[in-house]
C-alpha cells in the first residue's frame, strides 16, 4: 500500500539503537516469554471482551500484560485514519509497530483488530520476534455478529450510511493458517480464554506461576 511505504521510505536513513538490556533479561525478571497474541474477525466476533479476559487472566498469574485495543488506538494514534483499504493497511502497520516495541521490552501483547487483509496480519507477523506472533481467528458468522451489534453500525452500513464496512461493503480475508480459532459464538468467552492460555502454556511462552519460570539464558 502507498501509505505504508512513503511511511518507511521518509526514515530511511534512521538507524535502530539497541538496548544494553536484552529481550531474555527483561523475559528473566518478567517470568514469562514475550509474546503478541493477534486478535482477529469480525466485528462482533467477540476480539475485544476475549481480549480483556484473557488480559485479566494473565495478569493474575504474574503476567505483563497489555490490550492494544482497536478503538482505543484510532482515538489517539490512529486517529488520522479513515477505512480504506490504504488507511486500513496502514492501521496495522502502526498498530505492529506498537506491538514490536512493547514485546521488545518483554510483555505479553494482546491485539484485538479486524485486521481483514492477510497480507497486512503477515506483514505484522514478520515484526515480531519469529515464534512470538500467535493469530487468534475469532470465528463467529455473520449474522450472529449482526445480533451483536448493539451499536448498530451493521445496520447503517447495509444502508449505506457506512462505507468499507468489513462483512457488508469490505471484504474479510479468512485466516489460512492461523495458531488458533475459538469458535466464539459456539464457546463462553472464559474457555476461549483458556484455549489461548493452553496454547501459551503448552508452547512455553507462559508457566502456571512466575515461581515456575526458568528464563536464565542471556542472564
Known amino acids: ?38 486478535l482477529t474477525g469480525l466485528s462482533g466476533s467477540g476480539k475485544s471482551t476475549l481480549a480483556l479476559g484473557l488480559e485479566a487472566r494473565l495478569f493474575q498469574l ?12 484510532r482515538h489517539g494514534l490512529c486517529g488520522d485514519l479513515g477505512f480504506s483499504p490504504e488507511d486500513r493497511a496502514e492501521n496495522i502497520r502502526r498498530v505492529s509497530e506498537v506491538a514490536k516495541l512493547l514485546s ?32 487468534v481467528y475469532c470465528r463467529c458468522p455473520l449474522h450472529v455478529c449482526e445480533d451483536r451489534d448493539v451499536k448498530g453500525l451493521y445496520r447503517r452500513a447495509r444502508t449505506g450510511e457506512i462505507h468499507d464496512f468489513t462483512g457488508i461493503s469490505a471484504p474479510y480475508e479468512v485466516p489460512e493458517h492461523p495458531e488458533l480459532v475459538v469458535d466464539t459464538h459456539l464457546f463462553s468467552i472464559e474457555a476461549c480464554v483458556n484455549r489461548i492460555l493452553e496454547y501459551l502454556v503448552d508452547r512455553s511462552l507462559i508457566f502456571t506461576g512466575p515461581a515456575e519460570c526458568n528464563l536464565g539464558a542471556g542472564i
Request: with cysteine.
Open 104 to 135: 521488545d521490552s518483554g510483555l505479553i501483547v494482546i491485539t484485538a483488530f479486524i485486521s481483514p487483509y492477510r497480507a497486512e496480519r503477515e506483514r505484522a507477523r514478520q515484526r515480531i520476534f519469529p515464534g512470538s506472533f500467535i493469530e
Open 1 to 38: 500500500m502507498e501509505r505504508c511505504e512513503t511511511a518507511i521510505s521518509r526514515s530511511a536513513n534512521t538507524v535502530w539503537q539497541h538496548s544494553a538490556i536484552t529481550q531474555d533479561q527483561r523475559e528473566y525478571r518478567n517470568g514469562h516469554r514475550a509474546a503478541v497474541v493477534w
Open 62 to 73: 504474574g503476567c505483563n500484560v497489555y490490550v492494544c485495543d482497536g478503538d482505543n488506538i
